[in-house]
């Protein structure tokens, strides 16, 4: 299939536990390639704006019970509704800063017990991040920095789970950065690796697939 990527926008995806500083983060890296001329937008999953999404956040605001595999198989919905939308704003050029992505779907569910295959069957054919940037931070930091909410999964034990399965999905081409940095220093180590990724996908890195 032909296809000009050659001013393709990159996407680039941003993991960690909960209260990591991805949220803020992401919202900078966007402000940092616009302001030297790069289209980018902020996405993020679950997108709790359609209607799978509202289903989500109800589940994870404890208004409703949902089976371990559902929950898992609407979070996965909630990026298949998605995925022609960021194909298209891809190749034309838009790059695209998500916070959470598969692996997010993947390391919460399989946290749960949740076979950790089974999880990420339907993630295949999903577009694959051009960059995964991890914003690592122990459980025990993050739970004392941003002080838990009243939604589901953000207890320390469960989240020293999440850890461990994001060890097991994290693969040699993520960028591991130490996220207990002050805010600033995360950010230009960010900026630098996001810079270089930009250039790259504009030069003609073709998109790939999940799971690769
Ligand atoms: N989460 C997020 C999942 O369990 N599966 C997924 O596929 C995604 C994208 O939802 N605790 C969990 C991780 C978070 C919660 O995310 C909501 P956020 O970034 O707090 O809105």
């Known amino acids: 299939r032909a296809c000009n990527n050659e001013t393709?926008?990159?996407?680039?995806?941003?993991?960690?536990?909960?209260?990591?500083?991805?949220?803020?983060?992401?919202?900078?890296?966007?402000?940092?390639?616009?302001?030297?001329?790069?289209?980018?937008?902020?996405?993020?999953?679950?997108?709790?704006?359609?209607?799978?999404?509202?289903?989500?956040?109800?589940?994870?605001?404890?208004?409703?019970?949902?089976?371990?595999?559902?929950?898992?198989?609407?979070?996965?919905?909630?990026?298949?509704?998605?995925?022609?939308?960021?194909?298209?704003?891809?190749?034309?050029?838009?790059?695209?800063i998500v916070d959470r992505y598969s692996y997010s779907g993947v390391a919460f569910s399989s946290a749960k017990g949740v076979d950790l295959e089974w999880c990420k069957a339907p993630e295949i054919g999903l577009l694959a991040p051009d960059l995964v940037l991890y914003l690592d931070m122990p459980p025990e930091e993050a739970a004392e920095r941003g002080g838990y909410g009243d939604e589901r999964y953000e207890r320390l034990e469960f989240q020293k789970k999440v850890a461990q399965c994001y060890q097991i999905l994290r693969d040699p081409s993520w960028k591991m950065v130490d996220a207990c940095q002050p805010i600033e220093d995360v950010q230009k180590q960010l900026q630098k690796i996001v810079l270089d990724n930009v250039l790259a996908c504009r030069k003609g890195k073709p998109l790939s697939l999940l799971w690769s």
Request: charged share 25%; with cysteine.
């Open 8 to 96: 393709r926008g990159a996407l680039i995806v941003l993991e960690g536990l909960d209260r990591c500083g991805k949220t803020s983060q992401s919202s900078r890296l966007v402000s940092y390639l616009e302001g030297l001329g790069h289209s980018a937008e902020l996405w993020r999953f679950p997108d709790r704006n359609t209607s799978v999404g509202q289903m989500i956040s109800a589940y994870l605001l404890n208004q409703s019970e949902l089976d371990d595999r559902t929950i898992h198989l609407l979070f996965s919905a909630n990026r298949w509704e998605k995925r022609s939308m960021m194909e298209t704003k891809l190749k034309a050029g838009t790059t695209l």
